[in-house]
């Protein structure tokens, strides 16, 4: 009896251990400790160096997104796209042996407009035929002729959009969806995503159906409007390329011809622009088609490392001038840390929470402050880590906007790192 | 109850009072100091507000008194405050749980007992909250401060005490000061989205020696003088090996008497004094004294105590005070081989811009297998 009441005492005495509240509001400086957080702000000028642009990363044609815009003055850009073949003769029942040619009765082309600019007015999309065997070599000059005399049709966005939203029962089980259309046969729907999909209905003469090509097509799309004639297309690389079904017939033998479709996508798309991406000089590029991307490698200064805690961390770039683009227009520059300094072949940390991002307007010079708070405080504590970041635009190859920043070689305005930190608190002294 | 089964109730308090740091009363005054001095009174003598401590054999005071054990028997002492701080303005409640003291004695000889145990020498225990408005990069950011430590400095003492006469009793005692406190430092800032949150974490280790005597002289048969003297060299705070602070440790001294009024009354009294002072800039020496009562038979007696004096650290050129009183009982089982003591203390603490009460409930365990 007795040991089990010791028992219950000992289990008392262990929960009465348990319970604490220690923390009170502290009344300083009488009734708090000697020591203080003291919080510094320090911009480190030196610690950037060895900075450098490589380019080439990825081309126009492996890009997420195809820019398309007629910026007067700033850039001209065309969205290019070849869709894949399709078989010219069909078996006309199951089981034949024999084939019979098929006779294209016309062609719906399909594409994503995944961003424009809403404050466009009187926008087009010109569609235009493109010879076939269009690829990544293909220059803005060389497809000057087909965007000349090659226009294939034509649509009004701006008042496509306004038109009344069609969706009786019809044309919901045909569709899918509500639609927006024309008397010309354009048809427009809202996607999921809020992005639009615009198809053109083509006839013999606008999608030329040529067997010996087995029906390969190409094309191009041009923006024009009253003002910010700017949009972006979706691409094969994200999923959202174009597509073009045909409507096609065939001879039967024991019936009348029989009516059949065929869908196809792109085996290739791009944009071309002009003017060209200027060449690479003393700054530091980030974005445009071809890729660019900057290394910038930084010393972490030994305060950091041995005595300090990182609360902020700014990387400070001054670009070289504005960026031209279309007014209202912005694109993302990431800084994303290496995980070996090997120049311009550096592989890229994957683990984007250490990423800096900072989102971009056109037309403006203003000084670009990317945090970095992460990943400082990261290679502070790690002083295994390559201390280096690369610059990108995000995504990459989808813009002829590039972004050029002072580098070292320009003393007065070079990457500069803007760092709070808490110093290291004195423990031990009342 | 057997032998064994006491030796494991024993070991089983034992054990569970060994993870947890041994810390005594906290105390906010201790912050911008040293820390808070412990207690060195077992919970028979903290039922007397300390007034018994100087003759208790389980109060880690005075070595001379472990002379009157004469069996092997242990004491643990258990704590638990809740203590509210009121700075004027500003306001807070604590609670805490302390085991701050064990004891193990046994005679080696008809006239020599050791002793060894610890107890807590300073507590080290406390946090504070502190919100402010300051300037980073040319704009006001609100922060919040959280600054806790969390330990102690431990006594460990190895005790010799002899009866030299029938009347008069010495004691010796060595004292290795050591422990260690977990130490925060954290700034959250309200925009926590620019503004990551400075954590800075450390363990300081503390080292220390000290030496103490005492005598206890029986001038009647109800009447006992005790007096002792301690001097501790310096306290060594390391952190990661370096040496980050050393301090003076006081060197003391102090007093008792009681008196057997009756069978079952006994009264004693007893002062302290020591010199904090090489402490730092907040401490002040400290006297303090204590007087109590003992009533009811040895086997559940009654206690009672006042105590008053001096706290050794708090802001200003006058040392903070503290006033207590004291209630407890004990009880005696098994045949006097175990016994379980309880107190009740309520002590205020006064000083420049803050007044501290604390509620402290005590738990002891005595056995004597």
Same mark, same amino acid.
Not at chain 1, 238 to 252: E, M
């Given at each position: 009896?007795?040991?089990? &009441? ?28 000697? @020591? ?36 007067? /003055? ?35 082309? &399909? ?81 999921? *995503? ?14 030329? %159906? ?8 190409? $094309?191009?799309?041009?923006?024009? @409007? ?109 800084? &994303? ?34 945090? +970095? ?8 504590? *790690? ?7 690369? +610059? ?28 709070? $930190? ?9 | ?149 969390? @330990? ?53 280790? %503390? ?40 301090? *003076? ?12 009024? /009756? ?107």
């Amino acid at each position: 009896m007795l040991r089990k &009441r010791l028992s219950r005492l000992a289990v008392l005495l262990a929960l009465a251990g348990c319970t604490e509240q220690i923390t009170a509001p502290g009344v300083c400086p009488d009734y708090c400790p000697g @020591g203080q957080i003291a919080v510094v702000d320090t911009i480190f000028t030196d610690i950037i160096g060895r900075d450098s642009a490589f380019t080439g990363y990825l081309e126009a044609h492996q890009g997420e997104v195809l820019q398309v815009a007629d910026l007067p /003055g700033i850039a001209d850009s065309r969205a290019i796209f070849q869709l894949n073949a399709i078989p010219t003769r069909v078996r006309p029942d199951t089981g034949d042996t024999a084939t019979v040619p098929i006779t294209v009765d016309s062609a719906r082309l &399909r594409f994503n407009i995944v961003r424009r600019d809403t404050n466009a007015t009187n926008l087009w999309v010109k569609l235009y035929r493109l010879p076939l065997g269009i690829d990544s070599t293909t220059t803005f000059a060389q497809l000057l002729p087909p965007f000349a005399d090659s226009i294939v049709d034509s649509v009004n966005l701006s008042d496509l959009l306004t038109r009344p939203q069609i969706f009786d029962t019809a044309t919901l089980n045909f569709w899918g969806d509500t639609i927006q259309t024309d008397s010309a046969g354009h048809v427009l729907q809202v996607a999921q *995503d809020s992005s639009l999909l615009l198809l053109f209905d083509l006839d013999t003469t606008q999608a030329r %159906y040529v067997e010996t090509d087995s029906g390969k097509v190409a $094309y191009g799309v041009r923006v024009s @409007g009253d003002s910010l004639a700017s949009m972006v297309l979706g691409s094969t690389e994200a999923g959202r390329g174009a597509t073009i079904v045909w409507f096609f017939n065939y001879p039967d033998t024991t019936a009348t011809p029989k009516n059949s479709t065929v869908s196809r996508g792109s085996i290739f798309d791009s944009f071309v622009f002009d003017p060209p991406t200027p060449p690479l000089d003393s700054n530091l590029a980030v974005g445009g088609a071809p890729a660019t991307r900057s290394l910038l490698r930084v010393t972490v200064p030994a305060v950091l490392r041995d005595s300090a805690d990182v609360v902020r961390a700014t990387l400070i770039l001054v670009p070289v001038g504005p960026i031209p683009g279309a007014p209202g227009d912005s694109f993302t520059v990431v800084a &994303r840390p290496v995980i070996a300094d090997l120049g311009a072949k550096s592989p890229l940390n994957p683990n984007t929470a250490f990423d800096g991002v900072k989102r971009i307007a056109m037309n403006t010079a203003d000084t670009v402050r990317i945090e +970095l708070t992460d990943l400082i405080r990261g290679w502070a504590l *790690d002083t295994t880590a390559a201390t280096a970041l690369m +610059l990108g635009q995000l995504p990459e190859a989808s813009s002829f906007s590039q972004i050029r920043f002072y580098s070292t070689r320009t003393p007065a305005f070079k990457p500069t790192l803007q760092v709070t $930190y808490v110093r290291r608190y004195a423990f031990g002294t009342p | 109850m057997t032998r064994a089964s006491l030796c494991l109730a024993t070991l089983g308090t034992l054990a569970l009072a060994a993870p947890s740091p041994v810390r005594g009363q906290d105390s906010q005054f201790g912050m911008r100091g040293l820390g808070t001095p412990g207690r060195w009174e077992s919970v028979r003598a903290r039922g007397t507000a300390g007034a018994f401590a100087p003759f208790d054999a389980f109060s880690p005071l005075l070595e001379a008194s472990v002379a009157d054990v004469r069996r092997v028997s242990a004491g643990v002492t258990t704590a638990t405050s809740w203590r509210t701080v009121d700075f004027g303005n500003e306001s807070g409640s604590l609670r805490g749980s302390r085991f701050p003291a064990f004891m193990i004695a046994g005679p080696i000889s008809s006239r020599i007992t050791v002793a060894g145990g610890f107890s807590t020498y300073l507590d080290r225990t406390f946090g504070v909250t502190t919100r402010d408005t300051i300037d980073v990069r040319g704009n006001p950011e609100p922060v919040t401060d959280q600054v806790t430590s969390d @330990g102690a400095v431990t006594d460990l003492r190895i005790a010799v005490a002899a009866r030299v006469h029938r009347r008069l009793a010495l004691g010796f005692a060595i004292h290795g000061l050591t422990g260690s406190t977990r130490v925060s430092a954290i700034r959250r800032f309200d925009d926590s989205t620019t503004y990551r949150t400075s954590t800075a974490r450390d363990e300081i280790a %503390y080292h220390g020696l000290g030496g103490s005597a005492s005598a206890m002289l029986d001038l009647t048969a109800d009447l006992r003088l005790a007096a002792w003297a301690r001097s501790d060299t310096h306290l060594r705070a390391d952190i990661r090996g370096r040496t980050v602070a050393d301090d *003076d440790l006081p060197f003391a001294f102090g007093g008792g008497v009681r008196w057997r009024a /009756g069978s079952e009354a006994v009264l004693a009294g007893a002062v302290a004094w020591r010199s904090w002072t090489g402490g730092g800039l907040n401490a002040h020496d400290t006297f303090n004294w204590s007087v109590g009562t003992e009533l009811g038979s040895p086997v559940s007696p009654v206690r009672f105590g006042v105590r008053g004096g001096q706290v050794a650290f708090g802001p200003g050129p006058k040392a903070p005070t503290e006033f207590g009183i004291s209630a407890g009982i004990g009880k005696q089982f098994s045949g006097g081989r175990g016994r379980l003591d309880f107190a009740l203390e309520r002590l205020e603490r006064k000083g420049t811009g803050l007044t501290e009460r604390t509620w402290t409930f005590l738990l002891g365990l005595t056995v004597r297998p």
